[in-house]
């Protein structure tokens, strides 16, 4: 025998509704596998499982830069083919967090709810499209993404990003 692993289903992401198709990954082959710190729930930005790929809360240490970026820094929505969407990337040292993106405009209003309270894996990213909550397309301008995750233990972590939706004058 190579390995074993005792599943238990207390090892879920507490804040779940239910675990009933939702695939239990590990995080780490270089943890203990039955360490029960070493497995969460898969994200739900992956639809709670990735049969066939790279677990959702798969961590790598060893290439842990800013945990969160966005990039383009100046994106324009036109279609064209060129920084049309504004990527939203982040990278965690631990699995768990629960994240909510807000993107404001240059007067603090809210242009965009793009996330509210979703599981993340340890790394992804989402994207923006520069339309609004009502479907418009933002207007041209600085907009302000503000990004809330929290865990488990208590940790509560706020970034502020920005970014410019640009376009032909």
């Keep these: 025998m190579l390995d074993d ?9 507490s804040l779940l509704v239910t ?9 780490s082959v270089d943890q203990p596998t039955n360490e ?10 992956v639809g709670f499982a990735t049969p066939g790929y790279k677990n959702s809360q798969f961590l790598d240490k060893s290439d842990l830069t800013e945990e969160i970026t966005v990039s383009p820094e100046i994106f324009s929505p036109d279609n064209d083919g060129k920084d049309d ?4 990337s982040y990278k965690f040292g631990q699995p768990g967090f629960v994240a909510t993106i807000t993107i ?7 242009a965009c709810k793009l996330v509210q309270n979703e599981l993340l894996g ?6 923006w499209d520069g339309t609004e909550d009502n479907g418009q397309l933002a207007l041209k301008g ?14 509560l972590k706020e970034y502020k990003k920005t970014c410019v939706l640009a376009g032909y004058l």
């Design 5 to 13: 692993f005792s599943y238990n289903e207390d090892m879920h992401f």
């Design 19 to 27: 675990t009933e198709g939702v695939s239990l990954e590990r995080i």
């Design 36 to 45: 029960d710190s070493n497995w969460h729930s898969a994200a739900q930005t």
């Design 85 to 88: 969407l504004l990527e939203i």
């Design 104 to 110: 404001f405009d240059a007067k603090g209003r809210t």
């Design 122 to 127: 340890s790394s992804g990213s989402f994207m």
């Design 142 to 155: 600085v907009y302000l993404v503000y990004i809330q995750v929290f865990n488990l233990n208590g940790n």
